[in-house]
């Protein structure tokens, strides 16, 4: 069975930092593009971050050097360092596997408020 539960959100004012967690199960997490999507109320789900198993990254023009995304093919985990955080950061954060039979998995989401 294919899990993904996300972790570390919380609340941070404006230039602070997080970082989440995404740990998986059911999959043979190191062959797999792992990426990070993030929903803002009243917006569409949108692509913030991947990484492929070799290691290579991309990253959404909101969030290119303030974001970081890494792997532990050890432990199964996906994360996604978040530094200099905007209001505009503020969305649930979901992890998702960069495959089309497995990309309808999803978790429960963890919530980043960026307030002062």
């Known amino acids: 069975q294919v899990q993904l539960v996300e972790s570390g959100g919380g609340l941070v004012q404006p230039g602070g930092s997080l970082r989440l967690s995404c740990a998986t199960s059911?999959?043979?997490?190191?062959?797999?593009?792992m990426a990070w999507y993030r929903q803002a109320p009243g917006k569409q789900r949108e692509l913030v971050a991947s990484?492929?198993?070799?290691?290579?990254?991309n990253y959404s023009d909101s969030v290119k050097g303030r974001f970081t995304i890494s792997r532990d093919n050890t432990e199964n985990t996906v994360y996604l360092q978040m530094n200099s955080l905007e209001p505009e950061d503020t969305a649930v954060y979901y992890c998702?596997?960069?495959?089309?039979?497995?990309?309808?998995?999803w978790g429960q989401g963890t919530q980043v408020t960026v307030s002062s």
């Open positions: 059911g999959i043979i997490f190191r062959i797999y593009t």
């Open positions: 990484i492929s198993r070799a290691g290579s990254t």
């Open positions: 998702n596997i960069d495959n089309r039979a497995l990309a309808k998995y």
